[in-house]
């Protein structure tokens, strides 16, 4: 089924250097979801650049096999273009990884484009002085931006941020800055800060001060959770193009409706359960392909909720699909479903991980010195892959 809206001004291309995103949307990197089969899944339904997860410098420098693995690009990546993410608070680190990337192709292609984490709010990042922590480091950010950049030479390197740890640590303004100066190609900007993670409602007004402050493409970030919040978004706010994360869980036809509507089209899809069960079931096959027929399908088990979220369907049948560990099972299960129309009641609605504010985990004495330009200790004991 296909909703139809009012036509809307088709807008132009995001441009990170040479490389030009149309439409102007990035799948955000989310740990355990952007793998290949889900990077594949998305790109089958819209144009756009899409991130693999978070890799960690040093698990890349030190080869870990399963980083490795993680930042493999698909045959169809390797053509269109590969995009990296990368977490790093280490300069010299996060410049021999890039180098790794791009002199050694160790993902089997030369990524298109490399992102750098400080925005992540765990707080097992936060308290080494990683992810959302570190921009409160001025000197430390520029050191590692930097270096990034002088290693990637042609490659663009943008780095993504919150609005900073909290209400009285605000980073945004001069991340964008620095990030500026050392030669990023752009930045994107969550509108929460990390002592928000993800509760309550995201903050645009910071992405449209950004969007003043720098001459460097902002990519706005939260609380996208349609086609037309996106183009709410970037009316809102000048900003050049979006970042989805959520949004997406459960609903990767939503970058048919970016697309569509970056292109100024008014068709937006409502597939019925019948469609969202070939989605699924295509879903299921593509990481079976990649990890083999048990470990995708069970890996496919915490996809079930957000594909099935609004649809009525018997707690008995949901029960086993989050148990499924065969496609044929998976089929079988997904055949004994009633076709119905799409909730609309859920379109709009928040979807995936929440959260209640918390303060933010960071190193002692960590806020004493934005100028202190060491990189944190320990904070790069995070080896395990990715």
Not at 117 to 126: A, H, L, Q, S, Y
Not at 266 to 272: A, D, G, I, Q
Not at 301 to 308: E, F, G, I, P, Q
Not at 370 to 382: Q, S, V
Request: charged share 20%; hydrophobic share 45%; net charge negative.
């Amino acid at each position: 089924m296909t909703a139809t809206l009012e036509p809307t001004t088709a807008l132009p291309p995001l441009w990170l250097g040479p490389l030009a995103v149309d439409p102007a949307v990035v799948l955000a990197p989310m740990a355990g979801i952007t793998n290949p089969a889900f990077r594949t899944l998305c790109r089958e339904f819209g144009a756009g650049l899409y991130v693999c997860e978070m890799i960690t410098t040093r698990a890349l420098v030190e080869r870990n096999a399963k980083t490795l693995q993680m930042v493999r690009a698909t045959p169809e990546e390797a053509a269109a273009g590969f995009s990296v993410q990368l977490y790093g608070v280490d300069p010299a680190t996060v410049g021999r990884a890039v180098e790794m990337l791009v002199d050694e192709e160790v993902a089997g292609t030369r990524p298109a484009h490399i992102d750098l984490n400080f925005g992540c709010p765990v707080p097992k990042v936060t308290r080494k002085g990683g992810g959302s922590a570190l921009p409160w480091r001025r000197r430390l950010l520029a050191d590692i931006v930097r270096s990034a950049v002088a290693a990637a030479r042609d490659v663009p390197v943008t780095i993504k941020t919150r609005i900073g740890i909290d209400a009285e640590h605000v980073t945004y303004l001069d991340a964008g800055r620095i990030a500026q100066d050392e030669g990023a190609a752009g930045i994107t900007l969550h509108g929460r800060t990390a002592d928000q993670l993800y509760s309550g409602t995201a903050d645009w007004a910071p992405i449209a001060r950004l969007v003043e402050a720098v001459d460097i493409p902002v990519l706005g970030n939260g609380d996208v959770w349609e086609a037309d919040d996106a183009l709410r978004l970037v009316a809102e706010t000048g900003c050049a193009g979006v970042v989805i994360g959520r949004g997406c869980l459960g609903r990767p036809w939503l970058f048919g409706d970016l697309a569509a509507a970056f292109a100024g089209s008014p068709r937006r899809e409502l597939p019925t359960l019948r469609e969202v069960a070939a989605v699924m079931l295509r879903h299921a096959e593509l990481l079976s392909a990649e990890e083999g027929e048990l470990h995708g399908c069970t890996d496919f088990r915490k996809h079930v909720a957000w594909y099935l979220k609004g649809f009525a369907v018997g707690s008995d049948v949901r029960r086993a699909l989050a148990m499924v560990s065969s496609l044929d099972e998976l089929a079988g299960l997904l055949a004994q479903i009633a076709d119905q129309p799409y909730p609309t009641v859920v379109l709009g609605g928040p979807r995936g991980r929440t959260s209640q504010p918390r303060p933010v985990a960071l190193p002692e004495g960590w806020l004493a010195d934005r100028d202190d330009p060491r990189p944190p200790a320990g904070a790069e004991l995070l080896v395990g892959g990715g």
